[in-house]
């Protein structure tokens, strides 16, 4: 199987110190592979260095086997590679289907000329992005709430909407980071659901997320940090049982289910 992200020895230094340090791993087209750690372990950090916000100071990032460490995010983003923010970044006052419009602008590839005339091929483009936005929006189950206010949805379809901004890129690779933080069981159910859907049409999915049930339940992989270090990598099975998983992260006490769907 082709690998599509590959991360090796990847490393950054905030003055003088080693936020994260040699981490290395893989993902494959359809697979999820879940970040997981204590609050500090530098899970954020990581993503930010693969999505090209820091540039790291050691390592390097492949995207489907080009070397694109450091490259900026707009670049990636053309190459692939797509994500999400642990807060959203949502146009409250848009409407729901202009906040998925939004997500086309890196596809648009006329001519500067066209859109300031408002010529018919600009407003030929307009309407292709408006009937892939609504079609992105049935996929996440926001079709009927297209002409809503985002500030009136919920926070969980929020969370979806913003999943759906990202998947407007059309990417190869998608980092989520922490789909479900704050949602309610209902709401995380919901976004489990659409991120397995996602995954089995292929795409790569690199995920952070403190929901351990979530993630023992969806993940193909698992990788585990603690203070920048990576100390456990393996499926759910394997990493819940881990001595230095437990007591680092999920706890002498943890009863959390490897099952995995």
Same mark, same amino acid.
């Given at each position: 199987?082709?690998?599509?992200?590959?991360?090796?020895?990847?490393?950054?230094?905030?003055?003088?110190?080693? &936020?994260?340090? *040699?981490?290395?791993?893989?993902? #494959?087209?359809? !697979?999820?592979?879940?970040?997981?750690?204590?609050? /500090? =372990?530098?899970?954020?950090?990581?993503?930010?260095?693969?999505?090209?916000?820091?540039?790291?100071?050691?390592?390097?990032?492949?995207?489907?086997?080009?070397?694109?460490?450091?490259?900026?995010?707009?670049?990636?983003?053309?190459?692939?590679?797509?994500?999400?923010?642990?807060?959203?970044?949502?146009?409250?006052?848009?409407?729901?289907?202009?906040?998925?419009?939004?997500?086309?602008?890196?596809?648009?590839?006329?001519?500067?000329?066209?859109?300031?005339?408002?010529?018919?091929?600009?407003?030929?483009?307009?309407?292709?992005?408006?009937?892939?936005?609504? &079609?992105?929006? *049935?996929?996440?189950?926001?079709? #009927?709430?297209? !002409?809503?206010?985002?500030?009136?949805?919920?926070? /969980? =379809?929020?969370?979806?909407?913003?999943?759906?901004?990202?998947?407007?890129?059309?990417?190869?690779?998608?980092?989520?980071?922490?789909?479900?933080?704050?949602?309610?069981?209902?709401?995380?159910?919901?976004?489990?659901?659409?991120?397995?859907?996602?995954?089995?049409?292929?795409?790569?999915?690199?995920?952070?997320?403190?929901?351990?049930?979530?993630?023992?339940?969806?993940?193909?992989?698992?990788?585990?940090?603690?203070?920048?270090?990576?100390?456990?990598?393996?499926?759910?099975?394997?990493?819940?049982?881990?001595?230095?998983?437990?007591?680092?992260?999920?706890?002498?006490?943890?009863?959390?289910?490897?099952?995995?769907?």
């Amino acid at each position: 199987m082709t690998t599509l992200l590959e991360v090796s020895g990847l490393g950054i230094t905030f003055g003088g110190l080693k &936020a994260v340090n *040699d981490v290395s791993f893989r993902v #494959n087209p359809g !697979e999820i592979v879940s970040v997981i750690g204590p609050n /500090g =372990a530098g899970k954020t950090t990581l993503f930010n260095m693969i999505s090209g916000v820091y540039i790291p100071s050691e390592g390097s990032v492949k995207l489907d086997g080009q070397d694109v460490t450091g490259w900026d995010p707009f670049l990636l983003a053309r190459r692939g590679l797509s994500r999400t923010f642990q807060n959203l970044q949502i146009f409250q006052t848009m409407t729901v289907l202009e906040n998925a419009v939004a997500g086309f602008h890196l596809q648009e590839k006329g001519p500067l000329l066209a859109d300031l005339l408002h010529l018919p091929s600009m407003k030929a483009r307009a309407r292709t992005a408006e009937a892939e936005a609504r &079609a992105l929006l *049935d996929r996440v189950r926001l079709g #009927n709430a297209a !002409e809503k206010e985002a500030s009136s949805l919920s926070y /969980g =379809a929020l969370k979806r909407l913003e999943i759906a901004r990202a998947l407007a890129l059309k990417p190869r690779v998608l980092l989520l980071d922490e789909p479900a933080a704050g949602c309610n069981a209902v709401e995380t159910e919901e976004i489990d659901h659409l991120i397995a859907e996602v995954a089995a049409s292929g795409v790569a999915i690199l995920l952070v997320e403190h929901d351990m049930k979530m993630v023992m339940r969806i993940s193909n992989h698992i990788v585990v940090l603690d203070h920048g270090e990576k100390i456990a990598e393996g499926e759910p099975a394997v990493v819940s049982r881990d001595p230095k998983v437990i007591e680092a992260y999920l706890g002498p006490d943890s009863q959390v289910e490897a099952t995995h769907a």
